[in-house]
């Protein structure tokens, strides 16, 4: 196998515990190397609102958003939107580089009993031109509920201005199953305004979800 990002060979170590674990073996696909080139977000000190780095209280962004109304999403991120984390978008996303799908699957170990883990999905146009779901494709691995469809809208988020993307409309609609999960973790491949994973909460709550909505995006 080849590191997805800078295609050397990628030498694997297979530790013991792994071995022994009950849970499936999820190896890195990016080489130690250009691992350390995509920044983490540490934890500790990130917003508890949506995930943003360094800010350990709640920003001022995700006040507003309490201020509106938006029960907040707890969001968490794991890495920040730098240089190669644009690029690999940009690849991946804009130029429809599927093969990257799966670069950050050993680090997205999300399944949990009694959390429906539940996709942003793509608009139809959107999926017609790229072939695949973004989305879907980087948390493929895990045990997806596709309990949301989204509607075509006019323009693509990331051709709009930040004032612009405040004001979409809402295109999501949620369907739930009869028995739904008591929490929901929505999954998005990058939080910029919230205004996408806000509108999904709202979806849900719309249908009827009564649980607990939190959120969580590869990037922020
Ligand atoms: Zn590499
Ligand atoms: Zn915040």
Same mark, same amino acid.
């Given at each position: 196998?080849?590191?997805?990002?800078?295609?050397?060979?990628l030498? +694997?170590?297979?530790p013991?515990?792994?071995?022994?674990s009950?849970?499936? *073996?999820? #190896? @890195? $696909?990016?080489?130690?190397?250009?691992?350390?080139?995509?920044t983490?977000?540490k934890?500790?000190t990130?917003c508890?609102?949506?995930?943003?780095?360094?800010?350990p209280?709640?920003?001022?962004d995700?006040?507003?958003?309490a201020?509106?109304?938006?029960?907040?999403?707890h969001?968490?991120?794991?890495?920040?939107?730098?240089?190669?984390m644009?690029?690999?978008?940009?690849?991946?996303?804009? +130029?429809?580089?599927?093969q990257l799908?799966d670069?950050?699957?050993?680090? *997205?170990? #999300? @399944? $949990?009993?009694?959390?429906?883990?539940v996709?942003l999905?793509?608009?139809?146009?959107?999926?017609a031109?790229r072939?695949f779901?973004?989305?879907?494709?980087?948390f493929?691995?895990?045990?997806?509920?596709?309990w949301?469809t989204k509607?075509?809208t006019?323009?693509?988020?990331?051709?709009?201005?930040?004032?612009?993307?405040?004001?979409?409309?809402?295109?999501?609609?949620?369907t739930l199953?009869a028995?739904?999960?008591?929490?929901v973790l929505?999954?998005?491949?990058?939080?910029?305004?919230? $205004?996408?994973l806000?509108?999904?909460q709202?979806?849900?709550?719309?249908a009827?979800?009564r649980?607990?909505?939190?959120?969580?995006?590869?990037?922020?």
């Amino acid at each position: 196998m080849t590191c997805r990002w800078c295609h050397r060979p990628l030498t +694997q170590d297979f530790p013991l515990a792994a071995l022994v674990s009950l849970r499936p *073996l999820r #190896l @890195a $696909r990016l080489c130690p190397r250009c691992q350390a080139r995509f920044t983490r977000i540490k934890s500790a000190t990130a917003c508890p609102g949506c995930g943003r780095a360094n800010s350990p209280t709640l920003c001022a962004d995700c006040q507003r958003w309490a201020a509106a109304g938006y029960p907040s999403l707890h969001h968490r991120a794991l890495f920040t939107y730098g240089e190669d984390m644009r690029l690999f978008i940009q690849q991946y996303k804009g +130029q429809g580089h599927y093969q990257l799908h799966d670069a950050f699957e050993d680090c *997205l170990d #999300l @399944a $949990r009993r009694g959390v429906a883990l539940v996709p942003l999905v793509s608009e139809p146009k959107h999926l017609a031109k790229r072939g695949f779901d973004p989305v879907v494709g980087l948390f493929g691995h895990l045990p997806l509920s596709e309990w949301l469809t989204k509607a075509d809208t006019a323009r693509p988020q990331a051709e709009k201005t930040r004032r612009e993307r405040l004001a979409t409309p809402q295109s999501f609609t949620a369907t739930l199953p009869a028995h739904p999960a008591p929490r929901v973790l929505l999954l998005d491949d990058l939080y910029t305004t919230g $205004r996408t994973l806000y509108h999904a909460q709202q979806a849900l709550l719309a249908a009827g979800y009564r649980g607990e909505i939190h959120s969580f995006s590869l990037i922020r």
